[in-house]
């Protein structure tokens, strides 16, 4: 019995070292399989009790969202890609609402992002796909 609260204990410190929620959910598993142990449940009950717990934990978490993936947009996130937020100077702009721009000792292309009117002067990187800077106006701010 005592070695399910053990390895459920081990668990813990798991899951306060990495954080994530799994480590909880499975020390919670093992505590349940060390309460049917302590009920005096056989072996199966006292492993079937652990993955069930476990188990409803996950799915409880999942449904609630609180597992769900924070995906980060490096392209238009100034936290990931410094990049972002900089400003570039655009003569002219092409036909296609694209231009050339000069940028950290590069040639790069620049496309105007949606709802902005092709302007020349200094433009603010909103975002960039591949080697191309999706850029705004800029408003002076």
């Given at each position: 019995?005592?070695?399910?609260?053990?390895?459920?204990?081990?668990?813990?410190?798991?899951?306060?070292?990495?954080?994530?929620f799994?480590?909880?959910?499975?020390?919670?598993?093992?505590?349940?399989?060390?309460?049917?142990a302590?009920?005096?449940?056989?072996?199966g009950?006292?492993?079937?009790?652990?993955?069930?717990?476990?188990?409803?934990?996950?799915?409880?978490?999942?449904?609630t969202?609180?597992l769900?993936?924070?995906e980060?947009?490096?392209a238009?996130?100034?936290?990931?890609?410094?990049?972002i937020?900089?400003?570039?100077?655009?003569?002219?702009?092409?036909?296609?609402?694209?231009?050339?721009?000069?940028?950290r000792g590069?040639?790069?292309?620049?496309?105007?992002?949606?709802?902005?009117?092709?302007?020349s002067g200094r433009h603010?990187?909103?975002?960039?796909?591949?080697?191309?800077?999706?850029?705004?106006?800029?408003?002076?701010?």
């Amino acid at each position: 019995m005592w070695f399910w609260f053990a390895f459920a204990l081990v668990a813990l410190i798991g899951e306060v070292l990495s954080g994530t929620f799994y480590l909880l959910l499975i020390a919670l598993g093992l505590a349940a399989g060390g309460v049917a142990a302590w009920a005096g449940a056989g072996l199966g009950v006292q492993i079937v009790a652990a993955a069930v717990v476990a188990m409803l934990g996950l799915l409880v978490l999942r449904k609630t969202h609180v597992l769900k993936k924070r995906e980060v947009n490096a392209a238009r996130n100034k936290d990931v890609n410094l990049d972002i937020g900089a400003h570039v100077s655009i003569a002219s702009w092409g036909a296609d609402d694209t231009a050339h721009v000069r940028y950290r000792g590069a040639l790069w292309s620049a496309r105007l992002a949606p709802g902005f009117s092709p302007v020349s002067g200094r433009h603010r990187i909103i975002e960039i796909e591949g080697s191309t800077l999706v850029v705004a106006p800029d408003d002076g701010a």
